[in-house]
């Protein structure tokens, strides 16, 4: 984890923005496709050398009007604009990711409840702490204890997953908005990932922090073929640090006839 967040968030998020996402004019030449520095300082009303020391980490603690004139600058959406908020001034209270063997057995009665559908509670850094039948035999991370990224980096998941690329960011934006920045859990995940995936280190580099709630999504299944199957997220009631996740498919579908026979 990178000791200046706010610096490096600023600086992706900076490389990331074109002109014409702020309403500038692109010259022609130009050799940069993101906005240069003296570009969002002008758009935040700030001195170049003021958002420079921003960007080196010589400066942590801008004030709330300079959060929001930053994030107008960059063209950041709501979740974007609380993690800015949230690196730039942390919460007095952290927040650390329960660890798998932490829920109760409720938990896993609960999930084997869901009629027909996979579902899942991970925490905020994406281990799984409970699974029920048809998401262990429907997804290859399907065992208490495992990480969703372990699974989205492996062979089998590169090749069997459509948009795979896809899959990672979306992930990945999950675990930089919901995780504290300071959990050594967190620390160590992506510590070993930077290491270990050249793909990790480019993709984390984004610093993409957008978070989808639903969706549709398509996953390979030994035996069945592929499964394309809609997915919804839900904060766990009095536990904001987990997520459930449950996914099923369209009524009167090949996939739910599948999926209903993995149960």
Same mark, same amino acid.
């Given at each position: ?46 001195? =170049? ?8 980490? =010589? ?107 896809? !899959? ?38 984004? !610093? ?32 904001? =640090? ?22």
């Amino acid at each position: 984890m990178a000791i200046n967040e706010l610096g490096n968030y600023l600086r992706a998020r900076r490389q990331a923005t074109r002109p014409a996402d702020v309403g500038l004019p692109v010259a022609a030449g130009r050799r940069v496709e993101g906005l240069r520095r003296e570009e969002v300082a002008q758009l935040a009303g700030i001195s =170049r050398e003021y958002y420079l020391r921003l960007e080196q980490g =010589r400066d942590t603690h801008p004030s709330h009007q300079v959060l929001s004139s930053l994030a107008k600058a960059l063209a950041l959406d709501e979740s974007a604009t609380s993690y800015l908020r949230r690196i730039a001034d942390p919460p007095p209270h952290r927040s650390f990711a329960p660890l798998p063997g932490s829920l109760d057995d409720d938990v896993f009665a609960f999930l084997d409840g869901f009629e027909g559908t996979a579902a899942y509670v991970i925490n905020s850094c994406q281990d799984v702490l409970a699974v029920n039948e048809r998401a262990s035999r429907v997804f290859t991370f399907g065992t208490v204890g495992s990480n969703m990224f372990d699974t989205l980096f492996s062979a089998a998941a590169r090749e069997n997953l459509p948009n795979w690329d896809e !899959h990672v960011l979306l992930g990945l934006a999950a675990l930089r908005e919901r995780s504290d920045s300071d959990d050594p859990r967190l620390h160590e995940l992506v510590g070993r990932l930077l290491v270990t995936e050249p793909d990790f280190a480019r993709l984390w580099g984004r !610093h993409d922090v957008t978070v989808q709630s639903s969706g549709v999504g398509t996953t390979y299944v030994e035996g069945v073929g592929l499964l394309t199957l809609h997915w919804q997220s839900l904060a766990v009631p009095g536990d904001a =640090r987990l997520t459930l996740v449950a996914h099923y498919a369209e009524p009167g579908t090949a996939a739910e006839e599948a999926l209903r026979s993995l149960g």
